[in-house]
């Protein structure tokens, strides 16, 4: 009698992820912290925010034409400030009618149409794997059943993209929006004479060169030529000491923008002390939140105005 057939440790594993991951999109009842819809776009009625990822300088790849043989035949690399927002709509509309409605929202926006169309039409799987999407389960696609929507618009002498993905898993609709608005990168390096200078004439710096995932409170590796910048201020004054304090826009809750802010000005101390051997007692932190901005919080260019750290004197 032949053994029985058990699976693999791999296979046990991926169910495993994806019961999950399936377990917590299900559970997910109200959009994730920290998030909003797109101005002038919006969402299809009922859905939720399941994932929102916002870069004041990235890159998005987005197709303006359907694959040939496979193959992309207009890719465009696209950089800028770069919006990512995945959407989940409960069992009921379809792929088509949830695809419509924001190509509709686009066409009133201002968007003209580069590529429109469904998976045989775009390109089948190869296609999928060829624009960015938030991981699973923020985002879930399927590569045998999909709509896919691009387009343009021109305004005051910017370029605008955006691009909508249209799947579905498990009956329940997936749709991710992402906008691409060009624009060359800001300059926000702050040298360790800027920082000194605005120290001794204003009592502050603020300093944009400090990086951080949306909602988290982890320096990212672009953080490190800024805190260089601080720590060479730092190091060439023996005796400065100073507060680093944390702000955020208003997006989101009072108490919990506090707390992240702090909990930011905390992890750029504890990198200046790690990585630099800058001594702790030279170091406070605090956190403000919104209650300092420098910008308008109605805007996109002022929130990120707003999203800084700031060297303090004493």
Same mark, same amino acid.
């Given at each position: 009698m032949p053994?029985?057939? %058990?699976?693999?440790?791999? $296979?046990? &594993?991926?169910? $495993?992820?994806? $019961?999950?991951?399936?377990?917590?999109?299900?559970?997910?009842?109200?959009?994730?912290?920290?998030?909003?819809?797109?101005?002038?776009?919006?969402?299809? +009625?009922?859905?939720?925010?399941?994932?929102?990822? @916002?870069?004041?300088?990235?890159?998005?790849?987005?197709? +303006?034409?359907?694959?040939?043989?496979?193959?992309?035949?207009? +890719?465009?690399? $696209?950089?800028?400030?770069?919006?990512?927002?995945?959407?989940?709509?409960?069992?009921?509309?379809?792929?088509?009618? @949830?695809?419509?409605?924001?190509?509709?929202? &686009?066409?009133?926006?201002?968007?003209?149409?580069? &590529?429109?169309?469904?998976?045989?039409?775009?390109? +089948?799987?190869?296609?999928?794997?060829?624009?960015? %999407?938030?991981?699973?389960?923020q985002m879930w696609i399927d590569g045998f059943d999909y709509r896919y929507f691009a387009g343009r618009k021109s305004e005051g002498g910017r370029e605008t993209f955006a691009s909508v993905l249209v799947s579905q898993n498990n009956q329940e609709i997936y749709a991710q929006v992402t906008v691409a608005e060009l624009g060359a990168i800001a300059n926000k390096m702050v040298d360790a004479a800027a920082m000194a200078k605005g120290l001794g004439e204003t009592g502050h710096i603020a300093l944009y060169g400090i990086y951080f995932d949306t909602d988290k409170a982890v320096l990212k590796p672009e953080s490190r030529p800024t805190l260089e910048q601080i720590a060479k201020l730092l190091t060439s004054q023996p005796q400065l000491s100073v507060y680093i304090v944390g702000h955020t826009d208003s997006q989101g809750a009072y108490e919990y923008n506090l707390d992240l802010s702090k909990r930011r000005a905390d992890a750029v101390a504890a990198e200046l002390v790690k990585s630099f051997r800058i001594a702790q007692a030279r170091l406070r932190t605090a956190g403000i939140g919104l209650l300092a901005p420098v910008g308008s919080n109605a805007t996109d260019a002022g929130r990120a105005l707003n999203r800084r750290v700031e060297l303090v004197a004493p």
């Open positions: 053994a029985p057939q %058990t699976i693999s440790g791999s $296979l046990a &594993l991926a169910a $495993l992820v994806c $019961l999950l991951s399936c377990t917590a999109a299900a559970a997910q009842t109200r959009d994730v912290a920290g998030s909003r819809d797109y101005p002038g776009i919006g969402r299809f +009625a009922g859905s939720v925010i399941t994932g929102y990822v @916002v870069k004041d300088f990235d890159a998005a790849r987005m197709q +303006a034409a359907p694959f040939e043989d496979g193959q992309p035949t207009d +890719a465009r690399r $696209l950089e800028g400030r770069i919006v990512r927002i995945a959407y989940r709509t409960n069992p009921g509309p379809s792929i088509l009618e @949830v695809s419509r409605n924001f190509e509709t929202q &686009l066409a009133k926006a201002g968007f003209e149409t580069l &590529l429109a169309c469904d998976t045989e039409a775009c390109g +089948a799987i190869p296609f999928t794997e060829s624009v960015d %999407t938030l991981p699973v389960p």
